[in-house]
């Protein structure tokens, strides 16, 4: 399996905005070929011990049944669109790509 994992941060951090990116997660990017599991959401702000990274307010996880999966759905439209839609507000996107 595959864990892709990104993190946002965003340019406006107010909670309509981050509301706003978590449900275009989900609306476009849940339910693909390959995906066995998902899941998206906002930092944890209270879970702030000095190991806790807090440069971020939404994160997106998937794990996918193996590469080809992943690199399939890296070019599907709803992911495309996902990021046109998207992508004026992120200041930082940082993608964590794991084998698990």
Known sequence: MLSHDVYFTLHDASDAAVDALVAACHKYLKEHPGVVFFA???????????????????????????????DAYQVVPEHLTFIAENKENWKQVRVFDSYC
């Open 40 to 70: 998206a959401g906002k930092l944890a702000a209270e879970l702030n011990r000095p190991v806790n990274d807090q440069a971020f307010q939404v994160a997106l996880h998937v794990v996918f049944e193996d590469k080809a999966a992943h």
